[in-house]
């Protein structure tokens, strides 16, 4: 049942984000508010599908890829939406859809059957820990998906190309906002994961901190977002340089999601 | 049979300018409006005048008397032959003079497609015309409906939204780089005519403030005070810049005013914060080198034209889909014009039967002498259903949709010999008095 309302939602994405490059494309308002209400339509079906999933489950459905990217597109999806109605970022749901709607793909693909919660997992923490972390990540993806936006735009201005995008996208200053935003809200909600993760492996294995790949690499993409938020409060880092740093960024929260669990080896494998 | 819509008119395309500022008429154009309405034939006008056009719009009975006597009335100053005139002048009618003046107000037929003048003058004239009743009620139709399809399409296109001058398009890129332009810093450097007009645009998007730099204080200082602002003098410039978000810069120096060397330290004072850069100046002004500069952007004359010319061919192409809107309307009012039509016919119609019938009704009640109430409003109930009954087809006739318009006016003709509606009435068509 609850895979039935996964296809809906993931019909839906990719209605929405087709509407979404229409309205890209021929600028139409009336195109754009529908690419909206699909969006907005899609996550409302697909917050139904993790809630009914976990009813089925019995557990947080948090454990294996499918349920976790399925997790990361819905914090994406509402990350977008929240943002909407807080900052007019004209075209922003045409950058943002089609990496949603990847994900969904992502998870689509992978193996549905619902796993036997292995007996570390079987904690209130799991869904504290792994929900926030993968909070986060929704929002750095916003964060990577405006830094996207704002170096075309900048190469337009800088370069003197007026063409598809100098006149389809916002100004620097909404993009650089966005960006911000996204980061102040993305940056704690990693913090916070890291810090709940620590305190459940404290409660799990005995000691907070193990140097597992996962950890580490969590630890080195918390210090990329540390760094580059230093540099834009202190120094006043923006612009192309802050991102050029949100996309690094966000390629290692991509690289902690899944090349960690798939390239290297450690205590947290067993979400395959 | 009905009355004509009308346009004579000349332009900037039809006509050179030494003829056309013999026409304008300038400042008060109630006498020539009156003049105009008093011709004989002339049911309503309207009159446009601006430096580009000087067009009348008006309703006539009988074309071409007014249509002559119209042009000897614009030429009457300018000393033409009438021979002369016809070569300059363009009339249209019916349904060409309504798409005409949709695409007027629209902006299309401007020497600048998409400017928005136009149709503030287009109000203007319909305001006159209204001040002085040379309007009727086809005019006012015509009019309003032209400033509804010049408002759609402004907003279902995008023929007005990109800049087409110099300093709207250096507002245009300064909006793409700081997004609102409100409490940002403008510096002018130099005092040409072009800068004042830039920093003019800017003033008028919400600048918090202008600062000149000039080589003579006293320069900067006159024009500071145009714009409530502040002077400096040009050795002052690099130290300024921690403080400006906009520099325009057109001095008449030979060289370089301001290097990539001077600007870059400054960029750490102002926390990176974007800094655009406009050089207007022929020989350049500024460091091209400049542009490298993370957060620095610079445009020069060159880049600033090129924007322009980019934008004119946006122009163009919304400019199709604004002809479409033109068109479609166009035959929407043509539709509403049937009807008025037709209307005017229905109601003499029943006009006149419901005379006939009260008139026969009185004569039999009187002979009739005392009859019950009852029996009086059966026959009274009875009389006109008859009248709707006998009336009922003749009124669908007219009001046939299928019919073409040449077949209209043919249905409308013989409905109206028929009845024997104009042996009595105003022939159709003739508007009320507004």
Aim: glycine share 6%; net charge positive.
């Amino acid at each position: 049942m609850s895979y039935l309302l996964f296809q809906a939602s993931l019909f839906l994405y990719v209605l929405g984000t087709a509407a979404y490059i229409v309205a890209f494309v021929n600028q139409s308002k009336t195109v754009r508010r529908s690419a909206r209400l699909l969006i907005i339509t899609a996550a409302v079906v697909h917050t139904g599908t993790v809630v009914l999933r976990y009813v089925e489950a019995g557990h947080t459905p948090l454990v294996n890829n499918h349920e976790a990217v399925s997790f990361f597109a819905l914090s994406m999806a509402w990350a977008f939406l929240s943002f909407y109605w807080r900052y007019k970022v004209k075209n922003l749901g045409t950058f943002v859809t089609p990496v949603l709607t990847g994900l969904m793909l992502v998870s689509a693909f992978s193996s549905r059957q619902i796993p036997e919660l292995p007996p570390a997992l079987r904690s209130t923490w799991l869904p504290i820990h792994a929900s926030i972390a993968i909070l986060a990540n929704g929002f750095l993806a916003l964060a990577f998906c405006g830094a996207v936006m704002y170096l075309l735009q900048e190469r337009a201005i800088k370069k003197k190309s007026f063409g598809v995008f100098f006149s389809r996208l916002p100004s620097l200053e909404a993009l650089d906002t966005l960006n911000h935003h996204c980061l102040t809200v993305g940056f704690p909600l990693l913090t916070l994961g890291i810090i709940t993760g620590s305190i459940w492996a404290e409660q799990a294995w005995g000691s907070y901190w193990h140097w597992d790949p996962k950890e580490t690499w969590s630890l080195i993409t918390w210090f990329l977002y540390a760094a580059l938020l230093h540099q834009r409060f202190t120094v006043g880092w923006r612009g192309r340089r802050a991102a050029i740093m949100a996309i690094v960024g966000f390629s290692a929260v991509l690289f902690t999601f899944w090349g960690v669990t798939y390239l290297l080896q450690g205590v947290h494998t067993y979400a395959g | 049979m009905a009355d004509t819509i009308l346009v004579l008119g000349v332009n900037h395309k039809t006509t050179p300018v030494e003829v056309r500022e013999k026409l304008a008429f300038s400042g008060d154009c109630s006498t020539p409006l009156l003049a105009i309405h008093a011709l004989p034939g002339c049911q309503e006008c309207c009159l446009l005048s601006t430096c580009n056009r000087v067009e009348v719009y008006f309703v006539a009975r009988n074309r071409e008397e007014t249509e002559r006597q119209l042009r000897a009335f614009l030429f009457a100053q300018a000393g033409l032959p009438e021979s002369e005139t016809h070569r300059y002048v363009y009339v249209h009618q019916g349904a060409d003079a309504v798409h005409h003046i949709f695409r007027v107000a629209g902006s299309l037929d401007s020497m600048i497609v998409g400017e928005p003048q136009i149709l503030g003058q287009l109000k203007d004239a319909y305001q006159k015309a209204c001040d002085q009743a040379t309007c009727g009620v086809i005019m006012n139709k015509l009019l309003t409906k032209a400033f509804s399809v010049a408002k759609r399409i402004r907003t279902e296109t995008n023929i007005g939204s990109s800049a087409v001058s110099i300093s709207y398009a250096a507002v245009e890129l300064a909006k793409k780089i700081f997004g609102d332009l409100r409490g940002k810093r403008v510096m002018l450097v130099g005092a040409g005519e072009m800068a004042e007009l830039a920093a003019e645009h800017l003033v008028n998007q919400g600048i918090a403030k202008v600062v000149v730099a000039n080589r003579t204080l006293e320069r900067a200082m006159n024009l500071a005070r145009r714009f409530n602002g502040s002077a400096v003098t040009l050795d002052e410039l690099v130290g300024e810049l921690v403080g400006v978000d906009i520099l325009i810069s057109s001095t008449g120096a030979p060289g370089l005013v301001l290097l990539k060397d001077q600007v870059k330290p400054v960029m750490r004072q102002r926390r990176h914060s974007p800094l655009f850069l406009i050089d207007i100046a022929v020989p350049r002004d500024l460091d091209p080198r400049l542009n490298d500069i993370d957060n620095v952007y610079l445009y020069d004359i060159d880049d600033l034209n090129q924007v322009v010319e980019t934008n004119k061919a946006e122009r163009d192409k919304e400019a199709v889909r604004a002809e479409r809107i033109a068109s479609e309307e166009t035959m929407k009012f043509l539709q509403w014009l049937e009807t008025m039509e037709i209307t005017p016919t229905i109601i003499a119609i029943r006009e006149k039967a419901e005379a006939i019938r009260s008139a026969e009704l009185a004569r039999t009640m009187s002979q009739l002498g005392d009859i019950p109430p009852k029996q009086k409003k059966a026959i009274e109930v009875l009389t006109s259903s008859i009248i709707n009954k006998i009336l009922h087809d003749p009124i669908l006739f007219l009001k046939n949709g299928q019919a073409s318009q040449d077949d209209k006016a043919q249905r409308l003709d013989l409905t109206r010999r028929l009845f024997g509606l104009d042996r009595e009435q105003p022939p159709a068509g003739k508007p009320p008095a507004a």
